[in-house]
C-alpha cells in the first residue's frame, strides 16, 4: 500500500491523474492520493477526474483529513493534510 | 441536518469555524461543512481547527467529496465538491 501514493505537488493536475492511472495499469489494487495545505484541491480534482474519467472500473474508498505540524520561516505551523485511498472495485 | 450546513466562501477560516462551534452551541448534534473548488482547502481547515482547538467533544464522522456541474462565463464545467459532517460524541 505504501508503495502506491501519489503526493499532490504544484503541477498541473492532470499530471498526476496520469501517475495514480499509471499505478493502477500497472497492477496496483489500491492507489493512495495525498496532499497538505494549498494543494488539497487539486487532490481531490485528482481524484473525481480519475474515477470519472479514465478509470471507472476504481472507486473512493475512503476520504481522510487530519493536521501535520510543520517547520515553516515563521516557526512552527499546522497544516492540514488530505488522504484519498482509491481502490480497484 | 440540512439545517446545520455550513457554506464555505473565501472569508478568513475563523469565521467558518465560529459558525460551526455557534451551531454546535446551540444544540446540534452534527454539522455539515461544505465547499467546492478553490475553497475545499478551507473546508479542511475549519473541520481540522474546529475539533482540535474548540470542540474536543466532536469528531469527523465523514469526508467526501464528488463532482457538481457548473455554469460558467466559459460555458458548463465540473467543479469538485467536499463535505466533512462533523459529530458530537
New interface residues.
Given amino acids: 500500500m505504501e508503495d502506491n501514493v501519489v503526493y499532490i505537488g504544484t503541477k498541473p493536475v492532470m499530471n498526476y491523474v496520469l501517475a495514480v492511472v499509471t499505478q493502477f495499469n500497472a497492477g496496483a489494487k489500491e492507489v493512495c492520493i495525498r496532499a497538505r495545505?494549498?494543494t488539497?484541491?487539486r487532490a481531490?480534482?485528482t481524484?473525481?477526474i480519475t474515477v470519472?474519467q479514465f478509470l471507472t472500473d476504481v472507486d473512493?474508498k475512503e476520504?481522510?483529513?487530519?493536521?501535520e505540524a510543520v517547520e515553516t520561516d515563521a516557526g512552527p505551523a499546522?497544516v492540514?493534510v488530505?488522504q484519498?485511498v482509491l481502490s480497484r472495485k
Fill in positions: 495545505g494549498k488539497i484541491v481531490v480534482d481524484a473525481e470519472r473512493k476520504v481522510s483529513i487530519s493536521t499546522n492540514s488530505i484519498i
